[in-house]
């Protein structure tokens, strides 16, 4: 029999990388959200270093390179893990201080943009559109970063980045379970216009309330036709992922309703509330539904589902709720407390996945698990 040559994104060597590449991932999300708490005056090790680069630590180094990742790992092509190369490279130029590294980080999305374009070619179907969409808000929102625009000034385009590639990936999981076409249609106007809006929102930044409703519909979308809502009723794994994904639309909704009736400034608790209910609540809730889906497609690496996987995930959500409850307060002890409650979920999460890595389990073949991720 023929010896089946693996794909190029998939040999020792190439697993080796993207091994390497999560690490630089893990250590720019650490130092990303210790940025976060010296922001809240929590004494931290090296975070105070990184204070303005808290949002692009965690945006483009952190969540911008995994994504590029799981692409690229998609795609199949050697050629694709350039695109969370230059993003890793990108986010060390920030650890390091180099502020021209900003160009790397430009140089990753347009590699990310020609990798999904490639995806759409091969596959066009809604999904892929819309994460290639993502991409190119998200690398318009480098763009005007590289050239010097504050995070406030672009944070809709980050915003904007998260929802349609989450969006997308429910869709792509969801897809043994149809959708009618009406609502599909439904789906592809909310998209366009959460990108028109968050690409107008650089220069005009009252168009931040107009992106309230849209990000609520699109929850509304999610809670409404998502696989989700008939797995939650399951037991293990998917009812967890289940769990961690409606409560990330709750909160998407919530944020959405909030945003279209304040006014978004440019710092303080407002802000802060309507950030963090999307990058923690929605964001951060649907990487703990999809890491033990995504870890064995990108690194193979197992994440064995425990019950204990609830723990953390509980913490994420409790923490949040007492920072944006001390938000709309203005408490700032309990806004701090929350805070270190989210990042500790964030700890007991990764701890959790690794002690469960340590119970055995059928293996499946490498080729099955990472097919998943196209
Ligand atoms: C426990 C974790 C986190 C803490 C303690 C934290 C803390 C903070 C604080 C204090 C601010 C400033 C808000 C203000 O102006 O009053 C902020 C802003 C921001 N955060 Fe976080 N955050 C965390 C997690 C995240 C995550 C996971 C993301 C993204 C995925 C994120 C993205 C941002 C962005 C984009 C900004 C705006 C940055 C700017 O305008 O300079 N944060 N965060």
Do not use: K
């Amino acid at each position: 029999m023929e010896p089946v040559t693996p794909p190029p994104t998939s040999g020792p060597r190439a697993l080796l990388v993207r091994r390497g590449l999560l690490l630089i991932v893990a250590a720019t999300l650490a130092t990303g959200v210790l940025a976060g708490l010296a922001r809240l005056g929590v004494l931290v090790g090296w975070g105070p270093r990184y204070l303005v680069d808290h949002g692009p630590l965690l945006v483009f180094g952190a969540f911008g390179t995994v994504i590029a990742l799981e692409r690229a790992v998609a795609l199949g092509r050697g050629w694709g893990l350039v695109a969370p190369a230059l993003g890793a490279a990108g986010a060390v130029a920030m650890l390091v201080g180099f502020a021209d590294g900003r160009w790397l980080t430009v140089a990753a999305l347009v590699v990310l943009v020609a990798l999904n374009a490639a995806i759409v070619r091969r596959q066009p179907a809604t999904f892929t559109w819309l994460m290639l969409l993502g991409t190119a808000v998200l690398a318009y929102g480098a763009l005007r970063w590289a050239r010097g625009a504050p995070p406030f000034q672009i944070v809709a385009t980050w915003i904007a980045y998260f929802v349609l590639t989450i969006v997308a990936e429910r869709l792509e999981l969801s897809r043994l379970a149809p959708t009618p076409r009406w609502a599909a249609r439904a789906l592809v106007v909310l998209a366009a216009a959460l990108a028109v809006l968050a690409i107008a929102a650089c220069d005009h930044p009252t168009l931040s309330r107009a992106l309230g409703p849209v990000l609520a519909l699109t929850a509304v979308w999610q809670l409404r036709f998502d696989l989700a809502r008939r797995l939650v009723r399951r037991a293990g794994l998917p009812a967890f992922a289940a769990t961690g994904v409606l409560a990330g639309a709750a909160w998407l909704l919530a944020t959405g309703v909030f945003l279209a009736a304040v006014e978004l400034p440019p710092a303080g608790p407002t802000y802060d509330a309507a950030l963090h209910g999307v990058f923690i609540g929605y964001v951060l809730s649907m990487v703990f539904a999809h890491a033990p889906i995504i870890l064995p497609a990108v690194a193979r690496l197992e994440v064995r589902f425990t019950r204990a996987l609830y723990a953390p995930l509980a913490l994420l959500h409790l923490g949040l709720i007492a920072r944006i409850a001390a938000d709309l307060g203005a408490s700032s002890g309990l806004r701090r407390s929350g805070a270190i409650a989210s990042a500790l979920a964030l700890v007991l999460f990764a701890v959790t996945a690794v002690v469960s890595r340590s119970a055995r389990r059928p293996r499946a073949s490498p080729a099955g698990r990472e097919s998943r991720a196209t």
